[in-house]
């Protein structure tokens, strides 16, 4: 939808810079990612401007005659030009040109299981862009008559299911020149997921409970501190990949194999370096080398929290060796485990010139640790 006449921005929405992209191409991008079969641009104000910029990227403009009557004359106008077999479509505002492409996919995936005739996608409870409507409630939706238009067509309809998805930029519309700078602060970062996101992909996409929330957080906060006690030492990391890395490494939990399970998951949605860490929180492929880096944080934080405690790598993996020594390959690949882990906390230890546990308990996770 691109027919608004961009008031509180005071220049064109639609062509407004985004990177190396346009607010309109980042938006047609997404849907064409989802592979959708058709999309449309709907026009109106300044057409004439914007229907060079539609057809470069090989999609159709509709031009809305009434568009000064609002958003809603815009989507009659788009549903009106869809062509002949079409299910359902999706009502995307130009000026919210983020939205994730698995946010489209969970819809989609929602409306081939029959969820319902509207969906909406909900980031932790709040109801975002773009809903997915049926064709076959085209007659009622153009009946509308009542406040608010196609938001109060949607919020009035007993065909509504809601689908939860992570993604914080549902929510982001493009309004102001504010809001368009915040956008480009959040542009770089757009691959690493927000602490929100992380929860949201944890407790309502995958629907694991709070106590594995809970221990995520916890290694989070182990790996964080660390983190920036190497890097006031002039180490390079990246904090908020450590923060991502570790509330989502036990993304797969339940599934065979959890870590890699994980880290295909995130892979799929486009966060490839929160993969790469998830991967290796587990089993790191082999003794640790060269520089130390977010992936080997978030692996010793999770060595050094049990559940909802601190522990040792003494206790853990003795613990392991007394459960499962007795299998020879068993205790050889703990053993492994176990000596790579321990030459990955000697070597912070070397870099904060002291031990783990003296510096956890400074940072004030002593309170985390069992009682003798």
């Known amino acids: 939808m691109a027919a608004g006449r961009s008031e509180r921005m005071g220049r064109l929405k639609a062509l407004l810079p985004l990177g190396a992209e346009t607010v309109l191409s980042r938006a047609v991008g997404v849907c064409k990612q989802a592979g959708l079969n058709t999309v449309l641009v709907v026009l109106g104000h300044r057409a004439g401007e914007l229907a060079p910029a539609v057809e470069s990227l090989g999609v159709r403009a509709v031009y809305n005659p009434h568009h000064a009557r609002g958003m809603f004359s815009s989507v009659l106008a788009g549903v009106a030009a869809l062509p002949p077999g079409t299910g359902a479509f999706f009502v995307l505002p130009v000026d919210v040109p ?3 492409v698995q946010t489209l996919g969970r819809l989609l995936a929602a409306w081939r299981a029959g969820r319902g005739r509207v969906l909406l996608p909900t980031f932790l409870g709040r109801r975002g862009h773009p809903p997915l409507i049926a064709v076959n409630l085209t007659p009622e939706l153009a009946a509308w008559s009542g ?3 196609l938001r109060g067509f949607l919020d009035k309809t007993a065909e509504a299911a809601e689908v939860p998805a992570a993604d914080r930029f549902m929510l982001r519309d493009l309004d102001t020149p504010q809001a368009h700078a915040r956008l480009l602060r959040e542009l770089p970062l757009y691959d690493l997921p927000s602490p929100a996101e992380c929860l949201a992909l944890v407790r309502e996409v995958r629907g694991l409970g709070p106590e594995l929330w809970a221990h995520c957080r916890l290694v989070t906060r182990v790996a ?7 890097r006031a030492q002039g ?3 990246d904090l908020r990949l450590i923060a991502a890395g570790g509330l989502l490494h036990d993304l797969g939990k339940g599934r065979p194999t959890h870590a890699a399970a994980g880290a295909e998951m995130l892979w799929d949605m486009g966060y490839g370096r929160v993969a790469g860490v998830v991967a290796a929180h587990v089993d790191l492929a082999a003794a640790p080398q060269g520089p130390l880096n977010e992936a080997g944080l978030v692996h010793l934080a999770d060595k050094l929290v049990q559940g ?3 522990t040792t790598l003494e206790e853990r993996f003795g613990q392991g060796l007394a459960r499962h020594g007795r299998d020879p390959q068993a205790r050889s690949h703990i053993q492994r485990r176990w000596r790579n882990a321990r030459l990955l906390q000697e ?13 956890l308990d400074a940072a004030g996770l002593a309170g985390r640790r069992a009682r003798p």
């Not at 964080?224 to 190497?230: I, K, N, P, Q, S």
């Not at 070597?347 to 510096?359: M, P, Q």
């Open 235 to 237: 180490q390079e990391l």
């Open 224 to 230: 964080l501190a660390l983190g920036r006690a190497l």
């Open 308 to 310: 909802t405690r601190l």
């Open 147 to 149: 406040p608010q238009g």
């Open 347 to 359: 070597r912070v230890e070397a870099a904060l010139g002291r031990g783990l546990t003296e510096f």
């Open 98 to 100: 983020l939205v994730r």
